[in-house]
């Protein structure tokens, strides 16, 4: 647009035409351009590696987690005879996000030394299950489920016996793994 | 295109039957390909390639990695006066690879200022803005105030100490605009005080406006350039040029990409040595901390000092303005088409002149700070206090609403025990955990707890059919309990 002589202004076009241009030797050029077009592609291949592991951090690292939560001092749970209900503060991790919420479990009595503990939820249809002192039995308000004291299934709708938590002890104190499962299924499953 | 080219008999003999050329040619025909090419790469110079023409290329090569490195740090950035510093924290210190791209982006905007720098520097002295070039230089010019631009709203976005007290001044500055000074501020911050709307209008102008007019205005300085054609060196005849022409390509793409290529690794040696830190997050409160502007608004935040109480205005408007429009105004100015620097001695005096002054005023700037015993001390808490923060582990930011509902209901005592009703009782089973509802049952915030005490009590006694169809059972409690529970619905809010 601004070399040719044929340019609308007639008196604005470089002394030098196109045509009369030197142009380097073609094979130099040629070969430039094949070495240019190789460098560009390994210079940018090496360029886009941290721009792509930037992009895939989620899909690389856990971004999204429950971690662990307190429940108590193992000392509190030592002579326990029933289930007893507790509220964990259960810290769920969204990126750089932190959700903060409160959950029931139950504490049962400590076997071989270690506390087990149950999710209140239902596995018929996720109501939540009260433990019942007079019958010593978790008895489920909405569809009349009925699990012993361990959590296993007496009767009633459910397919399953109550979800036992994942827990451990660390320095002494009682951890557990919120976690939620699959309902209406006769196996305990997960859901993420 | 490429078949017909006189040019190319060597590569048309060579190639003609390749494949590669089948394939270009296939292109050439349906996109012509061949011509683009051509266009872009046939530009002749003047006198031939040289390393002083490579900063326009440079430039446009930095735009294009802030853009890639922008749209990459966006991914996870949340323009929010809440938001804001947590997430460029988490970029920082928990995303693979975040605080090297966030350097890459932050030493690219220094970068594109000295280069920008270069660029105008080499037109200037080279007395390329002559013959026919003013609009080809306006637009440069235009180009230079939206990179400053970009240069001051990204520099809000981290929402640190450093960044929000240097864009409180910034802002506070255009208060002193004459007529709508303070509607300008006002306008800038979206209020009187700077807040989560200044950093909306910081973001969108820093991330849609100010590029859409970037791209527009650097199609228009490219087509300029292209079509009143390279300069050439300062001997050059502007308008006729004489010396025998060389394309653009090969040797100037060699010398632009060479240039380039240092250019990024300068930028990732620099991002990978020393990243750009992170300070703790603003706090408005904070009356000590000294805000000290990017190293590139040193000299005019220098300049201001001087100009205080009634006469500001002529320091942080009319110089500046005038300088400005000087700057713009220079091919209509300096009109003879003699180019030689040696032979051009006031405007490049002027120029050379002001160079001087805003150095000078920089290095003043960095000097006061140092001699003042209180500033200097106040720095270095304030370097203190950005390597501690630098230093701590990524602490994720609570979701605003995850813990309120519960923390409101522990306000009243009534509404806490009906919270322990609530759990006892299974309401939550169905209803949710703090009443919001799940898939077997409504939520209970907003419209329910907006019903009077009475109502809620009379119908949690005796369900309406249609919640008797919801299985909603009738609530068996003592009547303190209904009213402590009543309490807690009503909490919901």
């Known amino acids: 647009m601004n070399s040719s002589s044929t340019s609308n202004d007639g008196d604005f076009s470089p002394a030098a035409d196109q045509s009369t241009l030197k142009p380097e030797s073609l094979t130099r050029r040629s070969f430039l351009g094949v070495l240019l077009g190789f460098g560009t592609v390994v210079v940018g291949a090496a360029l886009s590696v941290p721009l792509i592991r930037f992009a895939l951090h989620p899909l690389l690292t856990k971004t999204t987690e429950i971690g662990w939560a307190d429940v108590g001092n193992i000392g509190e749970f030592a002579s326990l005879t029933a289930p007893v209900k507790k509220f964990i503060r259960v810290e769920q991790l969204d990126a750089w996000r932190k959700i903060v919420s409160e959950k029931p479990i139950y504490v049962l009595p400590m076997k071989n030394g270690l506390p087990r503990i149950l999710s209140p939820i239902c596995p018929h249809l996720g109501c939540s299950v009260p433990w019942n002192e007079a019958k010593q039995e978790f008895l489920c308000p909405c569809h009349g489920a009925v699990f012993a004291e361990d959590g296993a299934r007496l009767s009633g709708p459910a397919p399953r016996a109550m979800d036992e938590l994942e827990s451990k002890v660390e320095n002494a104190m009682v951890k557990v793994r919120y976690q939620y499962f699959r309902q209406l299924i006769p196996t305990k499953e997960v859901l993420s | ?493």
């Open chain 2, 1 to 493: 295109m490429a078949m017909a080219d006189p040019d190319k008999p060597q590569e048309k003999a060579t190639f003609a039957r390749g494949p590669w050329q089948r394939l270009y040619n296939w292109l050439d025909v349906r996109t012509g390909i061949g011509s683009l090419l051509h266009e872009a790469l046939d530009e002749p110079i003047p006198g031939g390639a040289r390393w002083a023409y490579v900063f326009g290329s440079v430039l446009l090569f930095l735009f294009i990695s802030q853009t890639i490195t922008g749209i990459c740090l966006a991914l996870y950035y949340v323009p929010s006066a809440d938001s804001a510093h947590t997430t460029v924290a988490y970029i920082v210190k928990q995303v693979t690879g975040g605080s090297f791209l966030r350097s890459v982006h932050a030493c690219g905007s220094s970068a594109v200022v000295i280069v920008l720098l270069l660029h105008l520097t080499q037109t200037y002295l080279y007395g390329a803005y002559k013959g026919r070039r003013e609009l080809l230089w306006i637009s440069g010019c235009v180009l230079f105030a939206l990179m400053l631009a970009m240069a001051f709203t990204g520099y809000l976005l981290p929402w640190d100490q450093k960044a929000y007290f240097a864009t409180t001044v910034g802002t506070n500055m255009a208060a002193d605009v004459p007529l709508i000074g303070s509607w300008l501020k006002r306008f800038m911050r979206g209020g009187n005080e700077m807040g989560t709307l200044t950093l909306s209008r910081f973001f969108v102008a820093h991330v849609f406006v100010l590029p859409a007019i970037l791209i527009a205005f650097i199609a228009t300085h490219v087509y300029l350039f292209r079509k009143a054609g390279a300069a050439g060196p300062p001997s050059e005849d502007p308008v006729r040029p004489r010396l025998p022409p060389q394309r653009f390509y090969p040797r100037q793409v060699v010398m632009d990409t060479i240039v380039a290529l240092l250019m990024i690794l300068v930028l990732a040696l620099l991002s990978h040595i020393s990243p750009t830190e992170l300070g703790p997050k603003a706090n408005p409160a904070d009356t000590q901390y000294v805000p000290r502007p990017e190293w590139y608004y040193l000299p005019i935040f220098q300049w201001l000092k001087y100009w205080q109480g009634r006469y500001a205005v002529i320091g942080i408007v009319v110089v500046p303005a005038l300088t400005a429009v000087l700057l713009v105004c220079v091919p209509f100015i300096d009109r003879r088409l003699e180019r030689r620097p040696w032979r051009r001695p006031i405007a490049v005096g002027v120029f050379l002149f002001i160079l001087v002054c805003f150095v000078v005023m920089g290095l003043m700037s960095i000097r006061d700070d140092r001699r003042d015993p209180s500033i200097a001390m106040q720095v270095a808490k304030q370097r203190e206090e950005t390597e501690r923060f630098m230093g701590e582990p990524f602490e994720p930011a609570p979701a605003i609403s995850s813990l309120a509902a519960a923390n409101v209901a522990l306000a009243d005592p009534l509404a806490a025990a009906g919270k322990k009703i609530y759990e006892d009782q299974s309401c939550s089973a169905c209803h949710g955990e703090n009443g919001i509802g799940t898939n077997a049952g409504p939520k209970l915030t907003g419209a329910a707890a907006q019903k009077s005490p009475e109502e809620l009590s009379n119908v949690l006694r005796h369900p309406t059919a249609k919640m008797t169809a919801g299985e909603m059972p009738p609530v068996d409690v003592s009547d303190e309990d209904l009213k402590a529970l009543v309490a807690y619905i009503k909490s919901l809010k």
